[in-house]
């Protein structure tokens, strides 16, 4: 008898107590079923509760990949209790430190850069020197490298979201605050093209998407602010002065607070998004 049977998944306990798992695929000679192998990680997803919606078939050399996607009702989020104000996390996204997490000063992370932007510079380096030859082995290696790439910056994404949930359902908090980067590759246009080039070759779209469907999996809210002077703006006095910070050093010239300018940034985005 089937343990578990949906459209797509099905799966049969044969008679020496092994399981055999069949996957209902769609073809142009209608539905078939094929003998498949789901792995330990993603079996974890289907023991907890996660339910198939959707998937779509991958060829890689001669192995064919049937990527499924779940879904699963989220929690209610945590709200505060009546007459209390909520706790929020902020979070300032950069590159030289990707995120910087702060939870009412006292728990902050720093998720480091720097090995992300060589391993970016290498990506483009490997295109320049491909597309600099032309040949026809060059254009695959071309789109080769391009699905890499991809891959291996979602990962990252996925990484670095995970973390930062993480830090935030330690901390118990109601939610997380960020910036609101809608059109930030437009205004980033500044400095010279090894730090334009830094800037746009990274997904804040497919980051901030991750976040929102990571956190409300842990009853977190997603709270968005405006980014303006979030990182020049002192989270004490609330003194604003764009030559308060220098490089990544903030001084109030009011009050005198020094502390790093990202830190401060995410401070303020939670105070911020608390207002």
Known sequence: MPERSNRSLRKIKQADGSEKVLFSISTLQGRVLTEGVIGAF????????WEPTGAMLVCRGEEVWLQISIERE???LRAPTPGQPARLAGVDMGQNNLAVFDFQRTHTAFFKGGAIKDRQRKFRQLYQSLQSKGTRGARRKL?????KQRRWQRQQNHLLANAIVREAAVCCAHGIALENLKGIRERGKRGNAKQRADFHCWAFGELRQMLEYKAAAQGLAVH???PYGTSKTCPCCQHFDPNQRKKHVFRCKACQYELHADL???RHIAQRACA
């Not at 993603?42 to 509760?49: E, K, M, P, V």
């Not at 789109?143 to 699905?147: A, D, F, H, T, V």
């Open 42 to 49: 993603q079996q974890r997803y289907l023991d907890a509760g």
């Open 264 to 266: 401060v940034g995410a």
């Open 224 to 226: 968005y602010v405006n």
């Open 143 to 147: 789109r080769q490298l391009g699905g």
């Open 74 to 76: 989220a929690p209610e």
